[in-house]
C-alpha cells in the first residue's frame, strides 16, 4: 500500500461512510505552506464553481500558530503577526465555544461575544470562501479545548451557506487527541478539506499533507495549472524519502494501537489530574483530550 493510501484510509476511517471521503493528497515541506494550500485551494474551487464573490475567510480566534502570510491572516495571535501587517489580509474572527468553566462574568461575555459572531458570520455568509479552525485542541491559544459539538453545527452552517471547511490537524491531529484526526471526535464534522504534520513522519523529516475531496480536486482539471501550489522541493527525490518515512510511522501507528492507547491512558490520566486538582485550590480548568 502506498503512502497516500495509507494516509486517505486512516483519515477517511474516522468518518460516517455517508460523508463524501478524501480523494486526495497534496504534499508540502511543512505545516504552514500546506495551510497556504488549503487557503489557496478553497478560494479557487470557489472561483470555478462560479462564486468569484467568496473571497474572505473566518477561523476560530486565538488558535492558529503561522509562518507566511495567508496562514498568517486567519490567525489571530499578535506574537507572530503584527510585525507583517502589511502583507496581511483581514479576515473574521469568530469566538469559540469552549471546554471550561469560567467565572459567571466571563461566562456572560463570552456568551454575547459568541452570539455576536454568529450574527456576522450570517451576514457575511455570502462573501466566505472557507472557515478555518483547529478542531477540538487550540494549542497556541492556551490549551483550550473546543467542544466537538462546536464542529458539527459548523458543518451544517457550512453546508447551508456553500461554504468549506478547511481542519488545520497540524497540532491536534496525528493521534494527539486520541483519535488520527482530532476531526474525528464530533459527528458529522468532516471538513472539505484537511492539513496534516508535524508527527506525520514523527518529526525525522520534514512532511505536510493537505488532504480534500473529489468535488474540490476535479474542479481543477482542465481549468488552468494544476500544480500552481507546488514549489521544487514538493517534486524532489527527497519528497519519496519523506513519503517513506511518513508511510513507516502510520504502519507503527497501526501495529501498535497508538490511537487506542492515546484514549485508554488518557482517560486514567485525566481521573488523576482531577483527583489532584480537588485538594489544590490553586488548579482549576482540568481539560483532557487523548
Not at 450570517?122 to 478555518?132: G, K, R, S, V
Amino acid at each position: 500500500m502506498s503512502f497516500c493510501e495509507r494516509l486517505l484510509s486512516v483519515t477517511n476511517a474516522g468518518f460516517a461512510a455517508s460523508s463524501s471521503p478524501f480523494t486526495k493528497v497534496f504534499f508540502a515541506e511543512n505545516g504552514s505552506t500546506a495551510v497556504e494550500v488549503a487557503l489557496k485551494m478553497a478560494l479557487h474551487a470557489q472561483a470555478l464553481w462560479g462564486h468569484p464573490q467568496r473571497t474572505r475567510f473566518a477561523a476560530l480566534s486565538a488558535a492558529i500558530t503561522a509562518r507566511l502570510s495567508a496562514h498568517l491572516s486567519v490567525g489571530d495571535l499578535g506574537l507572530y503577526a503584527d510585525p507583517y501587517r502589511p502583507l496581511l489580509f483581514p479576515s473574521l474572527q469568530l469566538a469559540p465555544t469552549v471546554a471550561q468553566r469560567p467565572r459567571r462574568s466571563a461566562l456572560a461575555r463570552r456568551e454575547c461575544r459568541v452570539a455576536s459572531d454568529r450574527t456576522t458570520l450570517q451576514t457575511q455568509a455570502n462573501e466566505l470562501a472557507a472557515i478555518i479552525y483547529e478542531p477540538i485542541l487550540q494549542g497556541a491559544g492556551g490549551m483550550r479545548v473546543v467542544s466537538p459539538d462546536l464542529l458539527t453545527r459548523l458543518r451544517a452552517w457550512a453546508d447551508a451557506h456553500d461554504v468549506l471547511l478547511i481542519a488545520d490537524e497540524i497540532a491536534a491531529g496525528m493521534g494527539r487527541c486520541g483519535t488520527m484526526l482530532a476531526s474525528h471526535l464530533a459527528t458529522n464534522a468532516r471538513p472539505d478539506i484537511a492539513v496534516v504534520g508535524k508527527g506525520l513522519t514523527s518529526g525525522t523529516l520534514p512532511l505536510a499533507c493537505t488532504l480534500t475531496t473529489q468535488r474540490i480536486s476535479t474542479r481543477f482539471w482542465g481549468h488552468g495549472p494544476k500544480d500552481a501550489h507546488f514549489s521544487t522541493q514538493t517534486r524532489s527525490p527527497a519528497m519519496r524519502s519523506r513519503s517513506q518515512a511518513a508511510s513507516a510511522v502510520l504502519a507503527v501507528f497501526e501495529r501498535d494501537r497508538i490511537c487506542e492507547q492515546a484514549t485508554e491512558n488518557g482517560e486514567a490520566d485525566a481521573q488523576v489530574a482531577r483527583d489532584f486538582a480537588r485538594t489544590r485550590p490553586w488548579i482549576s480548568n482540568v481539560r483532557v483530550s487523548g
